[in-house]
Nanobody, 127 residues
Framework: VQLQASGGGLVQAGGSLRLSCAVS????????MGWFRRAPGKEREFVAA????????RYSDSAKGRFTISRDNAKNTVYLQMNSLKPEDTAVYYC?????????????????????WGQGTEVTVSS
């Protein structure tokens, strides 16, 4: 399984970006997919996750109301739409896959739940 994240860049505060994560190697529809980020000098943290069919999602408190995770299983791609970006959203964003047997919903926010990771895409939000 290979994950390729893209879509990062430089944006002004209040702007938007859409990150994409292309999954190759196996059909992604059986995976729970997550987005995490690591800000400079900080630990990696959970941002959002989405269930296999796309009907269930989970967000960190900082992402709620501003970010939306979605997936297109026909394209084996997961997205993270980020709106109202803030300078504190500056980080490298990583997508990750939890392959079967998948973990329960309460574990989706833990990076230990994920088996495969992409290389990251950098997001910089200027003030």
């Amino acid at each position: 399984v290979q994950l390729q994240a893209s879509g990062g860049g430089l944006v002004q505060a209040g702007g938007s970006l859409r990150l994409s994560c292309a999954v190759s190697g196996r059909t992604s529809s059986s995976y729970v997919m997550g987005w995490f980020r690591r800000a400079p000098g900080k630990e990696r943290e959970f941002v959002a996750a989405i269930g296999r069919s796309g009907g269930v999602s989970r967000y960190s408190d900082s992402a709620k109301g501003r970010f939306t995770i979605s997936r297109d299983n026909a394209k084996n791609t997961v997205y993270l739409q980020m709106n109202s970006l803030k300078p504190e959203d500056t980080a490298v964003y990583y997508c990750a896959a939890d392959t079967p047997p998948i973990r329960v919903y309460s574990s989706w926010s833990s990076d230990d739940s994920y088996d495969y990771w992409g290389q990251g895409t950098e997001v910089t939000v200027s003030s």
